[in-house]
């Protein structure tokens, strides 16, 4: 599914439509008020190195964690 998610963003689908047709809310996505210490204690290590390591608008992933 991840993989499939990927593909639909780099193929031209916005982030946010990409996870509304997932069931996502803006809210769900949305992690602006996160630290890279906070987002990690939610999610994983990996996964904020990842996200927080990104440039603003990139698509980073499928990363492997804990989460799947």
Do not use: K
């Not at 639909?8 to 946010?16: A, H, I, L, P």
């Not at 204690?41 to 964690?65: C, L």
């Amino acid at each position: 599914a991840a993989q499939a998610f990927l593909a639909r963003v780099r193929g031209g689908t916005s982030f946010g439509d990409a996870a509304a047709a997932l069931g996502f809310s803006a809210d769900d996505i949305t992690f602006a008020d996160q630290t890279p210490q906070s987002f990690a204690g939610e999610t994983s290590q990996q996964v904020a190195q990842a996200a927080f390591g990104a440039t603003q608008g990139a698509v980073v992933g499928p990363i492997a964690s804990p989460l799947g």
